[in-house]
């Protein structure tokens, strides 16, 4: 399993922006797709978007559609996560995690993924 560390987490004002990162060692990464889940206080984990190993898939949820945009870098073991025009509804602890299975793109719903990372807090707000 992948053991996943998440940054870049910060205080920004409405319609700022942020880029998470998600990293882990060793030499499987590429195997695996690469989620990004969040979750508000009271509120279920959701998932935001995710990406396969190959960078040849994506999935986004339709509140972030046209905001975020996920990206890897499997040369530096590295995902990320671009979230532009932030809103107060996107504060959360954000966090990344490493689909089930390796080379599989699955749908984007928390039971599919383990290797949960640590989470960021990310908090929109004037």
């Known amino acids: 399993q992948l053991q996943l560390v998440e940054s870049g987490g910060a205080l920004v004002q409405p319609g700022g922006s942020l880029r998470l990162s998600c990293t882990a060692p060793?030499?499987?990464?590429?195997?695996?797709?690469i989620g990004w889940f969040r979750q508000a206080p009271g509120k279920e984990r959701e998932g935001v978007s995710c990406?396969?190993?190959?960078?040849?898939?994506?999935r986004y949820a339709d509140s972030v559609k046209g905001r975020f945009t996920i990206s890897r870098d499997n040369t530096k073991n590295t995902v990320y996560l671009q979230m532009n025009n932030l809103q107060p509804g996107d504060t959360a602890v954000y966090y990344c995690?490493?689909?089930?299975?390796?080379?599989?793109?699955?749908?984007?719903?928390?039971?599919?993924?383990?290797?949960w990372g640590q989470g960021t807090q990310v908090t929109v707000s004037s």
């Open positions: 995690a490493a689909g089930k299975a390796r080379f599989a793109f699955p749908d984007l719903k928390a039971l599919n993924f383990d290797s």
């Open positions: 060793g030499d499987t990464f590429d195997y695996y797709t």
């Open positions: 990406i396969s190993g190959g960078s040849t898939s994506t």
